[in-house]
Nanobody, 121 residues
């Protein structure tokens, strides 16, 4: 009954920008930390950035200064603004959301289906 829907991926040239969005919907009472993770072919999934309900953020060293995570609590949505993109940023980007909700109002950790970001000239 709870799902995440991501959007905003695509093909961009090195140095370009993209903005990812992830909206949570369904039976939700409280959303805690939201985050973005990525997995490149042949690599393990890695953390990109997280943001708490109070707005505290955490970034991977590889994206600090280039990516910005934000959230709109009224819309149950988290964003990832990606600037100065590099070919090594190419990956499947997935949204994660820790929340309380569902049929029994329990703690859930939900993943989106992922959106592909390709940085290439």
């Amino acid at each position: 009954q709870v799902q995440l829907v991501e959007s905003g991926g695509g093909l961009v040239q090195p140095g370009g920008s993209l903005r990812l969005s992830c909206a949570a919907s369904g039976s939700i009472s409280t959303i805690y930390t939201m985050g973005w993770y990525r997995q490149a072919p042949g690599n393990r999934r890695e953390l990109v950035a997280t943001i708490t309900s109070g707005g505290s953020t955490n970034y991977a060293d590889s994206v600090k200064g280039r990516f910005t995570i934000s959230r709109d609590n009224a819309k149950n949505t988290v964003y990832l603004q990606m600037n100065s993109l590099k070919p090594e940023d190419t990956a499947l980007y997935s949204c994660n959301c820790n929340l309380r909700g569902g049929s029994f109002n329990t703690y859930l950790a939900i993943w989106g289906q992922g959106t592909l970001v390709t940085v290439s000239s």
